[in-house]
Structure formats: structure tokens, C-alpha cells
């Protein structure tokens, strides 16, 4: 199943009856395919859904031969979330935006959580575990990120709302232009210089532009993108795993010395926003489904944008390791809370 297809299916479990849905689900996946196309795709599934195996593996490999993966920098970053950012947008239509007029409350809960939740946890969290300063202000960056894209597989295997998965992560992801330089600069800038219109810049060209073309192609040329949309999950899950191996890789040393505070600081936030989410939407009372989404989406980030931000813009390198391991933890937790609400859902 592929991030295209997990929106598909959701939305037709919504306008048809159960009795059409598996003959045009099928129909779908079989026009114009290879008869071997179902034993490729579950293949590439199974790879896709197995991410948080990559990111944990990659970056302890990087921690024992960085050499492996430190040659993955610079430009190689930036183009890297590019291509993500370039994915999540194929993914996407014009449809989709108007899902903010469908479900306004729910979209505007996560919105609010996530540039408020986070942030403030993660400002807390570098001082309430005393991390030096260029882990303080990479884990304040990381949390002022927007949604990660993964969210939406991890919503899919908990059995969570697909569709509003995918608009919040939509609404985080264009607000980021503008509250990601605002909020760090906001809390680190007591820390270090932060230069915000570049992180603006920066954000607009790494996000906005990738994204646009995006739904643009997904747009005017549907065919094309089906061709292509079946392997662009699994680009992305080898793309994030490779860019936080080099990042670890890169402060192997560092890495090892601060190891106990800064993984219990980056733990802390996310485990922190996966609950904090959940407790409010049931506080709110939004349904079961919506409460499992709302706290995906808040407890997992853009890592991959903290990592380029943080190279691009930050004098030291050790800025980017929060956001690196932030990747493994949101990935590892997300997937653990994801099997249980799955096995409870079958319960």
C-alpha cells in the first residue's frame, strides 16, 4: 500500500457501499498493470512500512563506520527532502485542500498543537536536561517543524483517519514557511543567531516549490504520476534514513559523549507529543480515530527539514544531531503506537 493509494481507498470507504468497495479498489489496481504488479507492490510495501528498521540500522551503523555515510551532505541534503517534499506533493489534490472546510476543528487542533505543543516542549526539554547549546537549539528547531510525511503511513497502520492525516500534514507543512523561522528564532534566539528570513528562504525552496510542482503533475498529468507514485514512498524512507546516518555519522564522537541526556531530551519530546495530542483531542472529545491521528501527527516531525535548516543556517554541526535522532524516536515510537492501536482495533 502506498501513500496515494492509502488516501484512495480511504476515500472511497467513505462514498461507497462495502459490497462495490473491494470491485473498484481492484479495478484500480489492476488497469493497465503487470499481472505481477500486486506480488511487486506488496514487496515494496513491506520495505516502505519497515522504515523506523532503516533509520534505527543506518544510524547505528553510521555511529561504528561514518565513513559509510558521511559523504551524503551539502547539496545532497537539500535535494535529498526535495525529492520527499516533491513526493508528499504527487500525492496530493486540489481535493484535498478543501478537506480544511470538512473536518475544521480536527485541522485546527493539530495545527495548534503542533506550533504550540512542540515548540514549548522542546524548549523546556533542552533546559529541564541541561544540553549544551547547539543541542538546545537543534531540539527547539526540530520541534518547531512541521509534520512529517511519514505520519501518514503510521496513521494508515493504526487504523486512524488517512484523509485528515494527510490535510494536517498539508497545513503544517505551508505554515512552516512562516512559523518555523518565527518560533526558533523566537526560542533559540536567546541561545544563538538565528537568521530567520534565511530559514524563510530556505523553507520556501526545500518545501513550498517541491510541493507545488507536485500537486501540479498530480494535477495535469495523473497517468504519469500513477507510473511512478508505487516506488516514491520507499525513495523517501532510503532518502531520510541516509540524511540522519550522515548527520550521526558525522558527530559520531559527539554523539557518543552527550549520548544519555540528549536521547532522553529528543525521547522526551516526542513521546510527550504523541500523548499530549492524543489527551486533547479526547479532551475535546473528538472520536477514537481522530484522537489517534491528531497525536501522530503532532508526534511526528520533519526531521529531514530540521536536518537542512540546520546545516544551512547554524554555524555549528552539532545543531543538526537532535534532528537526526529525532527521526529514529518519532519513526520507533509511532510504529510501536501504530501495531498496538491496530491490534486493539481488531480486538
Not at 31 to 39: E, F, I, N, V
Not at 57 to 74: D, K, N, Q, R
Not at 132 to 151: F, K, N, Q, R
Request: overall charge positive; glycine content about 8%.
Amino acid at each position: 500500500m502506498i501513500w496515494g493509494e492509502i488516501v484512495y481507498e480511504a476515500q472511497l470507504r467513505r462514498s461507497r457501499p462495502r459490497d462495490t468497495l473491494a470491485a473498484a479498489v481492484e479495478t484500480r489496481h489492476r488497469r493497465g498493470r503487470p499481472a505481477d504488479w500486486p506480488a511487486v507492490s506488496r514487496v515494496v510495501s513491506l520495505l516502505t512500512n519497515a522504515f523506523p528498521v532503516w533509520v534505527v540500522a543506518m544510524a547505528a551503523i553510521a555511529l561504528v563506520e561514518p565513513a559509510w555515510f558521511t559523504w551524503f551532505s551539502g547539496p545532497w541534503i537539500t535535494w535529498g527532502l526535495a525529492v520527499i517534499m516533491l513526493g508528499m506533493g504527487l500525492t496530493l489534490t486540489f481535493d484535498d485542500f478543501r478537506g480544511i472546510a470538512r473536518l475544521p476543528r480536527a485541522v485546527a487542533l493539530g495545527f495548534m498543537a503542533q506550533f504550540t505543543i512542540m515548540p514549548f516542549l522542546g524548549w523546556g526539554l533542552g533546559k529541564a536536561f541541561a544540553l549544551d547549546t547547539p543541542y538546545a537549539v537543534g531540539l527547539i528547531l526540530v520541534a518547531c517543524c512541521p509534520g512529517g510525511t511519514a505520519s501518514n503511513v503510521v496513521t494508515y497502520l493504526a487504523r486512524a483517519n488517512v484523509c485528515l492525516s494527510v490535510v494536517m500534514t498539508m497545513c503544517s507543512t505551508f505554515a512552516a514557511v512562516a512559523l518555523t523561522p518565527l518560533l526558533t528564532s523566537w526560542l533559540a534566539g536567546a541561545l544563538v543567531e538565528v537568521d530567520a528570513w534565511g530559514m524563510f528562504k530556505s523553507t520556501m525552496q526545500i518545501v513550498i516549490a517541491p510541493v507545488a510542482v507536485g500537486v501540479l503533475v498530480n494535477h495535469f498529468a495523473p497517468r504519469l504520476v500513477q507510473r511512478v507514485q508505487l516506488g516514491l514512498p520507499l525513495v523517501s524512507v532510503i532518502v531520510i534514513a541516509m540524511i540522519c546516518a550522515s548527520v550521526i555519522g558525522g558527530s559520531a564522537a559527539s554523539v557518543k559523549d552527550a549520548a544519555w541526556r540528549l536521547l532522553g531530551a529528543v525521547f522526551g519530546l516526542h513521546a510527550g507529543g504523541f500523548l499530549i495530542g492524543y489527551v486533547a483531542a479526547r479532551v475535546l472529545r473528538f472520536e477514537e480515530a481522530v484522537a489517534r491521528t491528531v497525536s501522530i501527527e503532532v508526534g511526528m516531525q520533519n526531521s529531514g527539514l530540521g536536518v537542512a535548516l540546520a546545516r544551512k543556517h547554524f554555524a555549528d554541526p552539532l545543531t543538526a544531531v537532535p534532528c537526526a535522532i529525532s527521526s529514529v524516536f518519532h519513526s520507533v515510537i509511532g510504529s510501536c503506537l501504530a501495531g498496538w492501536w491496530r491490534w486493539r482495533s481488531r480486538a
